[in-house]
């Protein structure tokens, strides 16, 4: 079919001279992902549950069963254009929303289970969405964020544990139960699909708004990571929440047609991930870079893998870990990737086309120039020199990058400040890292351009967690930072000032990880606490992170 990525060149050099687009003008992404594979019935979601249950869909049934949600969500009055939320695990009802919503023309809205009610509030608000699809233990949080929703209609529960569904809440089963057929709107590559949020390093998270060809567009990047082979099984235990599971792994495994292991883990297990991975005998697995140091505390050979490749990103990948790899799971190849939800895997490796080296991110996929620019002037910076990473977003003939994001939902003024036009008539996006290209072209990440916080793979803005701990009424100020740590990359460290006449100690500091967890989300609490008399500020009473991470 003309819009199946194929990447079958000898060379690194061939693919990336030899590599195009040629996305059909009416490219839909149910089309793509469900419909143009030679058998329909092949297994495409293999769930698995953690009491033991199994359940496998094929192409043609995921198919089906998205038809009756998207009747069901038209018939509730959703249509093009429209925003469905999805705070959901890994279970079917995620990805059949999302299936349900590109039939409808409408823009699903991927959120974490995590979230608590500020930070489903903020995103449900800030993208209209108009309907919800939740899991049942989400029902308080998305209760609370939708009253302050005003185009927030509608509230459907998943009950994938079987405790039942609350009053006067639609259930997804009985969506299941609406008619089998629908006709999908007509979309082109450029069609609104689907909106997520990241966190910026000051106010409110930013939504990042894709289109109908944004799955298409890391399918080169996922060709590689996985060594040109893109039969097997894959597997990743990361929030189906996040465009490093739905587009590193998830999509494009079926754009390929190959099967994907659902399983909702929760809190990562090491000894639990083997277990499914063993079990389910996955080939290619997307394993973030804190899974995988908590799986080098266990000893691989008590299980019995299939993994031939490996493919990580967030955070750059050590020595160490390429080394473990190598000595403990018999030179299985651990791939980096490089790239973030506005435009996501742009650089990784490929040991059959060139070594990988320990600490760089790799080299740009066929289909993608990034290069390191002067954000002023657009210029490229000479190789080894530091500069902002950038992808480009429209070449001199007009022909967009699909993996480029069309624009920060609301907020033109953070799009334009993102984009670099060039002599050529062409433009970049600048991607707020800071990194430099080698003699040879390998690309290494130095840093963040802003303040955001990696955590275990998470892009946390310490805006945010700032404004939940200064909820607190014994807070006066709090200035929010990362700082290294060997598990995690990176750790959330807040620098607290109490009020005058309250004294920090651990009551206070339980009280306010707390807080975050229950208001914020559940992975962006602070492990670290300090309390402090003052926090440094500048003149005009902005709080100094650089000299909170620098002790001074």
């Known amino acids: 079919m003309p819009w199946h990525i194929d990447l079958d060149y000898p060379t690194y050099g061939a693919a990336r001279e030899g590599f195009e687009w040629n996305v059909p003008d009416d490219y839909n992404l149910v089309a793509d992902l469900l419909r143009k594979h030679d058998d329909t019935d ?62 409808l023309g409408a823009v699903s809205l991927p959120l974490s289970v995590l979230f608590g009610p500020d930070g489903l509030e903020s995103r449900l608000d800030d993208s209209g969405a108009v309907a919800v699809v939740a899991d049942t233990d989400c029902r308080a949080a998305v209760r609370e964020a939708a009253a302050a929703c005003d185009a927030l209609a509608h509230h ?35 069609t609104p699909a689907i909106v997520m949020y990241t966190s910026g390093s000051t106010g409110p998270p930013k939504g990042v708004l894709h289109g109908h060809d944004v799955w298409l567009g890391h399918c080169p990047a996922f060709s590689m990571y996985f060594e040109l082979d893109t039969e097997g099984t894959f597997w990743t235990p990361a929030d189906w929440a996040w465009i490093g599971a739905l587009g590193d792994l998830l999509f494009p495994a079926w754009h390929y047609g190959q099967p994907v292991v659902g399983y909702p883990m929760g809190s990562f ?42 493919c990580s990103g967030g955070e750059p990948l050590t020595p160490e870990i390429l080394a ?87 907020r033109p003024e953070k799009t334009a400040a993102a ?54 009424p014994s807070v006066e100020q709090v200035g929010v930072v990362g700082v290294p740590d060997d598990l995690r990359g990176e750790i959330i460290k807040a620098f607290v ?17 707390a807080l975050v967890r229950d208001s914020l989300a559940k992975h962006e609490y602070p492990r670290e606490i300090a309390f402090v008399e003052a926090l440094p500020t500048t003149t005009t009473g902005k709080i100094q992170r650089r000299k909170l991470r620098d002790g001074e």
């Open 42 to 103: 092949a297994p495409a979601l293999r769930q698995r549950y953690p009491d033991g249950r199994a359940e496998t869909y094929s192409f043609a049934d995921l198919d089906a069963a998205s038809d009756r949600v998207a009747n069901a969500l038209a018939a509730r009055g959703v249509g093009a254009g429209d925003t469905v939320a999805v705070v959901l695990p890994q279970v079917p009802a995620n990805p059949l929303t999302h299936l349900a919503c590109w039939k």
């Open 156 to 190: 459907v529960e998943v009950d994938w544990r079987g405790e039942g569904v609350a009053d006067g809440l639609d259930a997804f089963d009985a969506l299941l139960d609406a008619p089998a057929a629908f006709d999908r709107v007509e979309t082109t590559p450029e």
């Open 269 to 310: 297990d090491a000894r639990e991930a083997y277990d499914v991975l063993a079990r389910e005998a996955v080939t290619n697995a997307f394993l973030p870079p804190t899974a995988i140091r908590m799986l080098m505390n266990e000893d691989p050979d008590e299980w019995d893998l299939a993994l031939e490749a490996v």
């Open 324 to 410: 473990w790899a190598d000595e403990e799971l018999g030179g299985v190849p651990v791939n980096e990737l490089y790239g973030q939800t506005e435009a996501n895997l742009l650089v990784t490796n490929c040991r059959r086309w060139f070594d990988a080296r320990a600490g760089s991110m790799g080299k740009p996929a066929p289909g993608h120039e990034v290069a390191v620019l002067d954000p002023d002037t657009g210029e490229r910076k000479p190789d080894d020199e530091v500069g902002h990473l950038a992808v480009r977003r429209t070449a001199p003939s007009g022909e967009p990058d699909p993996v480029v994001f069309h624009e920060y939902l609301n």
């Open 419 to 472: 984009t670099v036009e060039d002599d050529a008539g062409g433009s970049w996006h600048l991607t707020g890292d800071l990194g430099r290209r080698d003699e040879d072209g390998y690309f290494w990440f130095k840093a963040r351009d802003d303040d955001v916080i990696i955590t275990a793979g998470y892009r946390v803005g310490p805006g945010e967690v700032e404004s939940a701990l200064l909820e607190h």
């Open 497 to 513: 000032q109490p009020v005058a006449g309250v004294a920090g100690d651990d009551d206070l500091r339980e009280e306010l990880r």
